[in-house]
Nanobody, 123 residues
């Protein structure tokens, strides 16, 4: 069982930046991903990184604006040029099952979840 602890959400104006952090402890992990869920919407995939740090994957909606990175047992999501549509509850999630590549964009492909961090972007 992997325990995930998130931090770093908040309120920012459009065009601003925020960085989310996700600290992981526990069993070996294959990859960590970030998802978000806005009110009334399904949870959507944002980005993922292999535990080795050598492979990343992004949703088209955030490519060029968000950057996922990893340092030891922490994973970060740097969010730049934020837009009001980025307003959501952001979750980190870990995949502990073995895998191949990094095309894991569905909730069921991840095994443990953080508590969520609210990101609000004002216009």
């Amino acid at each position: 069982q992997v325990l995930l602890t998130e931090s770093g959400g908040g309120l920012v104006q459009a065009g601003g930046s925020l960085r989310l952090s996700c600290a992981a402890s526990g069993a070996f992990s294959y990859a960590i991903g970030w998802f978000r869920q806005a009110p009334g919407n399904d949870r959507e995939f944002i980005a993922a990184i292999k535990w080795s740090g050598d492979t990343t994957n992004y949703a088209d909606s955030v490519k060029g604006r968000f950057t996922i990175s990893k340092n030891k047992n922490a994973v970060y999501l740097q969010m730049d040029n934020l837009k009001p549509d980025d307003t959501a509850l952001y979750y980190c999630a870990v995949r502990t099952r073995p895998g191949y590549g990094l095309d894991y964009v569905k909730e069921y492909e991840y095994d443990s979840w953080g508590q969520g961090s609210q990101v609000t972007v004002s216009s």
